[in-house]
């Protein structure tokens, strides 16, 4: 039982180690979007929108 709890253990990823002032996800760049128009888009299109597309739908 020890030796299989141990191989659990190595395969998780130490976050600690990559994470230098406590945040999981970068800073904001401060654009905003209209997300729920911006899914539907790419729903209709059946796929994810390209940076063109994706201004089209900034807030300003």
């Not at 253990?9 to 800073?27: I, K, M, S």
């Not at 401060?30 to 997300?35: E, F, N, T």
């Amino acid at each position: 039982m020890l030796a299989v709890a141990r191989k659990l253990y190595e395969d998780v990823v130490d976050l600690e180690q990559y994470a230098d002032d406590g945040r999981l996800t970068e800073p904001s760049d401060g654009k905003r979007y209209d997300w729920r128009k911006m899914i539907d888009k790419a729903e209709k299109l059946g796929r994810p929108l390209n940076n063109i597309e994706t201004e089209r739908y900034r807030i300003k």
